[in-house]
């Protein structure tokens, strides 16, 4: 065999001479829903500027009518939500003619409006369910940018995933419509059994991203409090008080299964549970040893491993990445401030001079930064801490009290605690401080994590 | 000397056979006796008034009512309105305070005198502290009154700790007299 040694000028040259090379020029104009996609952008460097009209019903009764209706505007808001597309606003979308079809878009109409994109999607009742075909259009050029036919029964399912895909075809970026929101709440009113009156039982709820589809994971009718996905999404964490004490816990929602992970009388309090990047291990706070320190722990709840060693309280640990560091509170220098240290206890760091901080969050990459609370004043506000450069910047600014952060799984958006309408309830809002979304409304919800 | 020996031990054993005689007029009477120190020792803490008033005062048995009304209520009952008080603490501190020591010295007599109780001591927390931090501060707060109950002699076994952070608020409010109830130990009896 010979080997040939290709500089790497030279081998871009060849490749640029290839003919295959020049794939991604514009592909003919298709009708058809095939994975062809190509990018769509705004003029002038701007981005682009979309169009979301409600989809076509190819059957007139109420249900596909109410389907497509809903796909478009679920759409809207997703795609809306991570602000890479400029919108033409709904209300002036009924001056242009409603398409019945693929074929008859009014692409001059469009045009007029100054829009660069045009999604249009047509929504078919089937035995199954329905069979949704969208379309992403070049209003210029009146070419399918992207084009896919989906099958399902959910309207919002279908909006989330569209969503998801146009932001990775498009803008080459994970969305998060897909995504879900965990948290405790008191909403069912459920009082703890036992000899002391009214204290209101937790229990885990999952959501939406958007806080649709609020659902109850847990029954233990105890203190059920601070859930966190497994990075698969399939599992989540807490800490429960259905032993009498604190102790860690999975509920792995699909299966229907409980898996109890720190078990026994001799293991003292244990308490926050944080899955390691590959989902094989948790860190966690516990006293077995007579003062709360940072552990890690097989999820089967072998392979024991102490990583601080401190007589301060060591709690609300988080991981990097790339599952080497562990980010902890801990009030070793009088008060609560944050730290890193290596998984195997070594290098460690303090982060934060705050006057009190808590419950850090480690960012995805490629953001290198942790989330956490820090009193100001009466109460708390979500501060950023950059790890590269040092500096720490706030995100909410005394709307009531702050906490719990922690980041979506593109790292573009946070959710957290806040007690600005009233009682405790989950907010989303984006990684500037903006956009700000009240997700939970009933009861108090407290303590969310964001799957990944 | 003899002779005073044998008067003594005369006495006694006319004193127990009064005791007897006592035991067997009043078969009916279910509740346990009361610990016989009861009677000599003058001033327990005020306990609370019994749950419902007496309705006829010549049923009053001749026994310390105070000691009875602890001894025979229910879980529930001594728990609503608990004879071992709570002690209350500072902003985001779990030291004990001379007046939270007064407290538990007198905590810590009428868990002497009640020996076979267990207590659960709750760690509690106001809401100005994070959620997460408070678990592991309302944590301090238990031990802290744990040990200093041991110190004072009682069986560790006896007490066990719990932590509910900020949880568990006594008061609801959002100002400092709520706040003030809410950073506190606890005491649940959980077995008599």
Redesign the interface.
Same mark, same amino acid.
């Given at each position: 065999m010979t080997k040939f040694i290709i500089p790497g000028a030279l081998a871009v040259a060849l490749l640029a001479a290839w003919p295959h090379a020049q794939q991604p020029t514009p592909p003919p104009a298709s009708q058809q829903p095939t994975e062809l996609s190509t990018t769509i952008s705004g003029e002038g460097g701007q981005a682009p500027r979309l169009a979301v009209p409600d989809f076509i019903a190819l059957s007139p009764d109420a249900e596909t009518v109410a389907t497509a209706k809903t796909i478009g505007q679920v759409l809207w808001n997703d795609l809306n939500f991570e602000r890479e597309f400029a919108f033409i606003p709904r209300d002036v979308y009924a001056s242009i003619p409603k398409a019945t079809s693929f074929a008859d878009v009014p692409f001059d109409r469009w045009r007029e409006l100054n829009a660069d994109g045009l999604i249009v999607g047509t929504v078919q009742k089937v035995n199954s369910g329905f069979h949704v075909e969208l379309r992403l259009f070049n209003v210029r050029t009146r070419q399918s940018a992207f084009a896919r036919g989906y099958d399902g029964s959910n309207a919002r399912l279908f909006a989330h995933k569209m969503s998801d895909e146009l932001h990775k075809s498009q803008r080459a970026l994970n969305g998060v419509a897909q995504s879900k929101l965990t948290f405790d709440s008191d909403r069912d009113g459920e009082k703890m059994k036992g000899t002391v009156q009214n204290r209101s039982i937790k229990e885990i709820y999952i959501a939406d991203y958007d806080g649709e589809n609020q659902k109850r994971v847990t029954v233990g009718q105890t203190l059920n409090i601070a859930p966190r996905w497994s990075p698969d999404g399939r599992s989540i964490a807490y800490t429960s008080y259905r032993r009498g004490g604190a102790h860690l816990f999975i509920s792995n929602i699909f299966q229907g299964t409980l898996d109890e992970v720190t078990k026994g009388d001799k293991v003292g309090e244990n308490w926050l549970p944080a899955w390691s990047p590959d989902g094989t291990k948790l860190a966690f706070s516990s006293t077995r040893d007579g003062n709360p320190e940072i552990y890690i722990v097989n999820r089967d709840g072998t392979g024991l491993r102490r990583i601080t060693n401190n007589p301060g309280i060591d709690i609300t640990p988080t991981w990097n990445p790339s599952g080497t560091q562990i980010a902890f509170t801990s009030d070793r220098s009088g008060s609560p401030q944050i730290y890193v240290v290596g998984v195997d206890g070594l290098n460690l760091s303090k982060k934060t001079s705050e006057s009190y901080a808590d419950r850090p969050t480690w960012s995805p990459a490629p953001f290198n930064e942790i989330a956490f609370a820090s009193r100001s004043g009466p109460g708390f506000d979500v501060k950023v801490l950059d790890l590269s450069t040092g500096a720490t910047k706030a995100l909410t600014f005394g709307e009531g009290t702050n906490e719990s952060p922690a980041f979506s799984p593109n790292g573009r958006h946070l959710v957290f605690t806040s007690t600005r309408s009233g009682k405790a309830q989950v907010f989303t809002m984006a990684r500037d401080g903006k956009n700000v979304r009240q997700i939970t409304k009933a009861g108090n919800n407290e303590k969310p994590d964001w799957s990944k | 000397m003899k002779a005073a020996r044998s008067t003594t031990m005369l006495i006694a054993v006319m004193a127990m056979m009064t005791v007897a005689a006592c035991a067997k007029k009043n078969p009916p009477v279910a509740r346990p006796a009361p610990p016989p120190a009861a009677t000599n020792t003058p001033a327990p803490p005020r306990p609370p008034a019994p749950p419902e008033p007496v309705r006829e005062p010549t049923m009053v048995p001749p026994e310390p009512v105070r000691d009875d009304a602890i001894s025979s209520a229910s @879980?529930?009952d @001594?728990?609503?309105n608990s004879p071992l008080k709570p002690v209350f603490y500072e902003l985001?501190i779990s030291d004990l305070s001379a007046a939270n020591q007064k407290t538990l010295d007198e905590n810590g007599a009428l868990l002497k005198r009640y020996s076979s109780w267990a207590v659960t001591v709750e760690g509690h927390c106001d809401? &100005?502290?994070? !959620?997460? *931090?408070n @678990? !592991? @501060?309302g944590? &301090?707060r238990a +031990?802290a009154v744990r040990a200093y109950l041991v110190s004072l002699g009682i069986s560790a076994d006896r007490l &066990?700790t #719990?932590? *509910?952070g900020k949880?568990?608020p006594f008061d609801p409010g959002h100002d400092e007299a709520a706040f003030a109830k809410n950073r506190r130990a606890?005491f #649940? +009896?959980t077995a008599k």
């Open positions: - | @879980l529930d @001594l728990n609503k985001d809401e &100005r502290g994070t !959620a997460e *931090y @678990l !592991a @501060l944590e &301090r +031990i &066990r #719990v932590s *509910y949880e568990f606890h #649940v +009896i």
